[in-house]
């Protein structure tokens, strides 16, 4: 397995790309530990290199990561649309 460089850079190694696609997909602490093994480095300087590189991809290429989920989904909008068919229901049932 290649090293890394105190950059990041080793030309054409899988290990390199499995780290920038875990960052572009927002897997920060995957990103850390796949650095860490290669580098043999401790946890703080693996995340100070991991948000610099991180940093560093945002500004050279952004369209690359992952868009955040957008609002209404997740927990609240499943609540909201519990509540409204609840609603619904309750509506039905006191108009038979």
Known sequence: MARLDSMGNSP???QHERICEALFEGRKIDAIKIYRELS???LREAKEFIETLEARLKRDQ??????????G?????ML???AGI??????FWFLR
């Open 73 to 77: 989904g997740g927990c609240t909008g």
């Open 40 to 42: 043999d480095t401790g």
């Open 80 to 82: 909201v649309l519990l």
């Open 12 to 14: 054409a190694d899988p």
């Open 62 to 71: 952004p369209e690359r990561f992952k868009k955040p989920a957008s609002p």
């Open 86 to 91: 609840l609603a619904l229901g309750a509506i």
